[in-house]
């Protein structure tokens, strides 16, 4: 199986954090749209340009250049100093929304983050899921992200560093040689500064250069880190994405359909489908939820959604299904073309902090006997070698390979 990977990566992270955060706290104006740089002190000639706007970009300043040297440049230039408590607060509001798509993701810095959907992504394609990733991190958390799509960390990362800003970009096996090979070889991942001159000298400038050079002669010329840098150039790289377990604060998941679906028995299906492959996190990580929300996206790419509250925390299959159900019935408007469905579950708790009657605790102990057992199975022989019987036709519904 191909690992799924995306690398995410904000912006002009510090300037558009700074912008956001001034904005919600009633700024009139975006210092994303002005000459304006994130630095330190101006009032000492030591510091330095952390960050800088697109406008502030065009009168040329640069990165790490002198604020001394900035102002001179652009006389009008706005500057706001660094404060690493509001970027930790965005850089966490980013990971817990992407924890609602998979408990596997490296903190790369920061403002990067890896993301392992490799058994994530209920029928659904990678690059389905970047471009949603990417829309609600525009709509909910106000900044944009550029993404890398791919099958390791190399190539995810390689591709985010494409064309900037708000871009997703692809970067397959079969892509390399037109997308990565023809790039200067100072642009491969991991390459120090002190090896581009050396490799230069080996008449090495590109990366398509290194990738087709004598491996044998690398290994002699740089150590270990010859053949690595090898391989990087070839595609290769077999590292993990390395997470940390962390409870999310919410779990979903969504699916973009190959065609338009009107018939709500079948988007009954794909939401059970959806349900319960967000139900099977929820008990990995011993949560309960207590609401519930289901998105439409129609064929013109309208969202529309629906929440309701459990009338008790909880991780079941059924009982989270059935308010699902509910609120697909309260919003679908019949007839109408539906291109996305999404289930989210909210307001988690630990189940430890459950509390309940007599009568409620043994109804949800034979509820969660049959959910733990179809989880066993699933862990045993994997996700998909147990089907429940309302979600026996998602596979021809979504005509996509099982993952």
């Known amino acids: 199986m191909k690992r799924q990977i995306l690398h995410i990566d904000v912006n002009n992270a510090f300037l558009s954090w700074t912008a956001v955060d001034m904005l919600k706290r009633g700024s009139k104006i975006d210092i994303r749209e002005i000459p304006a740089i994130i630095g330190g002190d101006e009032s000492k000639r030591s510091g330095i340009v952390l960050a800088k706007s697109m406008k502030a970009k065009e009168c040329g300043i640069k990165t790490a250049q002198t604020i001394y040297q900035a102002r001179l440049m652009c006389p009008n230039l706005k500057i706001f100093q660094s404060d690493f408590k509001v970027y930790r607060k965005y850089s966490d509001a980013l990971y817990y929304l992407l924890l609602e798509y998979t408990d596997k993701i490296e903190r790369f810095s920061i403002d990067e983050c890896f993301l392992d959907l490799t058994n994530y992504l209920m029928k ?107 391989e990087y150039a070839n595609g290769i790289d077999d590292s993990e994405v390395e997470y940390e377990k962390e409870n999310p604060k919410g779990i979903g998941n969504s699916v973009t359909l190959p065609q338009n679906i009107s018939d709500i028995k079948k988007l009954e299906e794909i939401v059970l489908a959806l349900t319960e492959q967000v139900t099977y996190r929820l008990r990995r990580y011993d949560l309960l939820a207590n609401t519930v929300s289901v998105q439409l996206r129609t064929k013109e790419f309208q969202d529309f959604s629906h929440q309701g509250k459990l009338i008790i925390a909880t991780a079941s299959t059924k009982e989270i299904y059935q308010k699902a159900k509910e609120l697909l019935e309260q919003m679908y408007q019949r007839g109408n073309p539906i291109r996305l469905v999404g289930v989210r579950v909210g307001n988690l708790i630990e189940k430890k902090e459950q509390q309940l009657s007599l009568f ?19 862990k045993k022989y994997g996700y998909h070698s147990i089907t429940r019987a309302g979600k026996m036709n998602v596979g021809n519904i979504l005509k996509l390979k099982d993952i």
Not at 148 to 165: E, Q, R, T, Y
Not at 360 to 378: G, P, Y
Request: proline residues 3%; charged residues 35%.
């Open 124 to 230: 659904d394609t990678l690059l389905n899921k970047a471009k949603e990733i990417s829309k609600r991190v525009k709509e909910e958390l106000g900044f944009t992200v550029n993404i890398g799509v791919a099958n390791n960390k190399l190539l995810a990362k390689m591709a985010s560093d494409f064309i900037k800003p708000d871009k997703i970009h692809t970067l397959y096996a079969q892509e390399i040689p037109q997308k990565m090979w023809t790039l200067p070889i100072s642009d491969l991942f991991m390459l120090g500064k002190k090896t581009v001159p050396k490799l230069y000298n080996l008449q090495i400038k590109t990366i398509g250069d290194l990738a087709k050079a004598d491996k044998v002669l690398l290994e002699k010329k740089f150590g270990k880190h010859g053949i690595m840098i090898w």
């Open 360 to 378: 409620q605790e043994e109804k949800d102990k034979r509820q969660e006997k049959l959910d733990k057992a179809i989880d066993e199975l699933k």
